[in-house]
């Protein structure tokens, strides 16, 4: 376990609290198969089982029963069989000892309390799962078929848990720092290794070995592409091309799965040409304007749009885009160029707990979501922040051949762009620059002891030293 047995009693106590009456279920991962049973994926945790539990075996599940303050570890001890294979691990009412938990029920003994409690009318408080696995037993216990699980999910635990995890506590911010650090050498690995001639797996191979290395994983699949334009672009066996740029999209996720999440865009030659350091300069200003916007009470919504206007005002400079400023952001003109929201919150999960339902992460009473509105509807968060959240800031600009082609015939958003030079820039590919941030008592930091050059003149420089 991460963290003091206290800290995980203290959680679930507030849980208890915020949700009120009930029994609140929380499942923990299963193994996932691969191709066969005994070959499955790395185990990854539930977040939210591992937040207020911390434990890391597969196959177990929490139940706190508020109305009559007892709480369970869940699950089935191994056998003698599973020691032969996989060595002795803890048993299940150790795990609950170290927990701070007081009481143990098996898997079968679960959907026994599950269904009595079913019977006498009693509210089960479940999160929306995203494993088949965990949605067949959801269904056995609570007789909802998965299709229905979604939309009966208990949103006062979602609500409750959000409030929760949204603010990261000193000892959590620690670890992302540990994160940010194993992010720090991917990329900077990634940055030397920037050269015609090697190839995009080899670049994501390599970075994937220092998150290995450290008994950590990736936080997501890495995105490392001469294709930046395309947003989750996935290496590639091509060898590097002299000129072009490579996007470079990863992160590290701790032996406690506690994230980060950088992107660095890189010159193949080792130096960027005008075109590129004209369209780079704009990420940049826009990366830093957010970091000068973000503060405790301001509206992640108003730094993404702020964001918007100022990158609309630069493709104007360049003749990309034209017209009033206001009115091609509130047209959505500027997803031309970025289709994507400005970020995301960041903790346990690389988008800080999306499986819970965005609408309820990121947004709330005050800021909803604009579902409708292509680019504005990939904005995962909208609502004021607090301090203690982390973001991330990833100004992107693309240069999408199909999007080019297809507003441009429908005449799309056509009053706002330079459909004519947008042809000139159809083999531009794409720069993001991202990097995590932390909001302060008046502001915000950047998360990570070092920080992954980004600034043009510091990239070549590190690159060519
Ligand atoms: N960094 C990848 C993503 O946010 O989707």
Known sequence: MLFDKQTYVQRRSILKEQVGSGIILLMGNNDSPSNYPANAYRFRQDSSFLYYFGQHREGLAGIIDIDNNREYLVGNDIDIEDIVWFGSVDSVADMAAQSGVANTLTMAQMADFLSLAKKEGRTIHFLPPYRHDLMIQLMDMLGIHPSQQRSQASVALIKAIVNQRAVKTPEEIAEIERACAIGYEMHTTAMKMCRPGVTEQEISGRISGIASSKGCMVSFQSIVSMHGEIMHGYPSPRPLEAGRLLLCDAGAETNENYCSDNTRTTPISGRFTQRQKEIYS????????????????????????????????????????????????????????????????????????????????????????????????????????????????????????ALIDDWKASGHCAEFLNFDLLETYKDFGGIRIEDDILITSDGCRYLGKDRIPYHINEVEEFINK
Not at 305 to 314: A, E, I, P, Q, S
Not at 338 to 366: A, N, R, S
Not at 382 to 391: A, C, I, K, T
Request: with cysteine.
């Open 282 to 401: 704009i990420v940049e200003q826009c990366h830093d304007y957010a970091l000068s916007l973000a503060a405790p009470g301001v509206k992640w919504w108003d730094v993404h749009f702020g964001v918007c206007r100022l990158m609309t005002d630069k493709l104007k400079e360049l003749g990309l885009m034209k017209g009033d400023t206001e009115e091609a952001v509130q047209a959505g003109a500027h997803a031309m160029f970025m289709p994507h929201g400005l970020g995301h919150m960041m903790g346990m999960d690389v988008h800080d707990m999306e499986g819970l339902g965005q609408t309820y992460v990121g947004f709330d009473d005050e800021v909803k979501p604009n579902l409708e509105q292509f680019g504005t509807n990939c904005l995962r968060c909208g609502r004021r922040l607090q301090e203690g959240f982390v973001m991330t800031d990833e100004p992107g600009i693309y240069f999408i051949p």
